[in-house]
């Protein structure tokens, strides 16, 4: 099973939207919307940010949203802050023997 | 209130048998619908998802790394252990274990585990 696929980073300057892609199959993205965000900086566990798609758990800040379209999915970011400067990587379930995957990772950074 | 932790050795040496405990609290692995993984990050690389098991003590494991894995769960401890056998320096990672919903995300983690395989 390859890992999803993700830009190595993205930047924005504070108060800009930026929006990160996550790219799989039919067999991954395109075929469930089991699709999950998570934000982790550096030295820390990952944290939850969307789920199913584009469902925000509790707690999370509305700049942070999630949609999908054919096999790619997308985090968009919007109004950027210094501390949303981190790596994001998505996962998928996936049909494949491999019950879950993950993305490649991107590098966010607030110029 | 969820929580989990990961403990196991800081350092094992190759070809040795890795085995690593997830301690977990604020919810029961006997619940329909819950399950824990295992997911492990090498140093500046990404994730890498190892392995699960359900309520209904179903298994799954990553498609590379399937001869190599064991995932077993103590339901009266709230434990879950990995094991994972012939160990490589190439297999140096921070281990984690999360909750996973049946909604597919892992949606609470543990703090992780560094382990260094070296001789």
């Known amino acids: 099973q390859s890992a999803l696929t993700q830009p190595a980073s993205v930047s924005g300057s504070p108060g800009q939207s930026i929006t990160i892609s996550c790219t799989g199959t039919?067999?991954?993205?395109?075929?469930?919307?089991?699709v999950s965000w998570y934000q982790q900086h550096p030295g820390k566990a990952p944290k939850l940010m969307i789920y199913?798609?584009?469902n925000r758990p509790s707690g999370v800040s509305n700049r942070f949203s999630g949609s999908k379209s054919g096999n790619t999915a997308s985090l968009t970011i919007s109004g950027l802050q210094a501390e949303d400067e981190a790596d994001y990587y998505c996962s998928s379930y996936t049909s494949s023997s491999s019950l879950y995957v993950f993305g490649t990772g991107t590098k966010v950074t607030v110029l | 209130q969820v929580t989990l932790r990961e403990s196991g050795p800081a350092l094992v040496k190759p070809t040795q048998t890795l085995t690593l405990t997830c301690t977990f609290s604020g919810f029961s692995l006997s619940t329909s619908g819950m399950c824990v993984s295992w997911i492990r990050q090498p140093p500046g690389k990404a994730l890498e998802w190892l392995a699960l098991?359900?309520?209904?003590?179903?298994?799954y494991y990553s498609t590379s790394l399937k001869t190599r894995l064991t995932i077993s769960k103590d339901t009266s401890k709230n434990q879950v252990v990995l094991t994972m056998t012939n160990m490589d320096p190439v297999d140096t990672a921070t281990y984690y274990c999360a909750r996973i919903r049946q909604s597919g995300e892992f949606d609470y983690w543990g703090q992780g585990t560094l382990v260094t395989v070296s001789s």
């Open positions: 039919s067999s991954d993205v395109g075929g469930y919307n089991y």
């Open positions: 199913e798609v584009s």
């Open positions: 098991i359900d309520w209904d003590d179903d298994k």
